[in-house]
């Protein structure tokens, strides 16, 4: 059993007054304007539902469409944090990491900042797999979340594609 006498170690183990002020903000802004989860919602959606022509076909039987599959999104189909990974990444994790860069990159030029998941290799028993990570907002408008849709959809084609994944 422990025990917790100075008023420092009793300090250390609560919740810091910043992250207690900004929560109960939230909550605050959640509760007033309830508007903001179906807007968050539809632009997930949407979102989605752009990328799901490079994804294979959750249903059985549709094998003819999962030929231009080259990505994969295990995240909740609710989630406004989206990991992508590729269905068939080089051999290496260098190099994938390098090839999601590419797509990073080409997302950047084309005024969409999306961003790889970072990792601190070596530290963990089982090396998660490379990924790009995209965050939604209901702060977007409609246009700006299907224009990043598209502009991340053609990044990984025009990097990941059949023909350019190690060119």
Do not use: W, Y
């Amino acid at each position: 059993m422990q025990r917790i006498n100075s008023s420092a170690s009793v300090f250390s183990a609560s919740l810091p007054a910043l992250l207690a002020t900004t929560s109960s903000h939230a909550v605050s802004i959640f509760a007033s304007q309830p508007q903001l989860f179906s807007t968050l919602r539809a632009h997930i959606t949407l979102f989605r539902s752009i990328l799901s022509k490079i994804e294979p076909s959750p249903l059985p039987g549709t094998q003819a469409q999962d030929k231009d599959a080259i990505i994969s999104i295990p995240s909740h189909p609710s989630s406004a944090l989206i990991h992508i990974f590729l269905l068939n990444p080089p051999g290496t994790m260098n190099e994938e990491e390098k090839l999601l860069q590419r797509v990073v990159d080409e997302c950047i030029e084309n005024g969409i900042l999306v961003t790889r998941a970072r990792r601190l290799r070596g530290q963990e028993a089982f090396e998660p797999e490379p990924s790009l990570k995209v965050c939604l907002s209901s702060a977007l408008g409609r246009k700006d979340v299907e224009k990043a849709g598209q502009v991340v959809k053609a990044a990984l084609i025009k990097v990941c594609g059949s023909k350019n994944i190690f060119g």
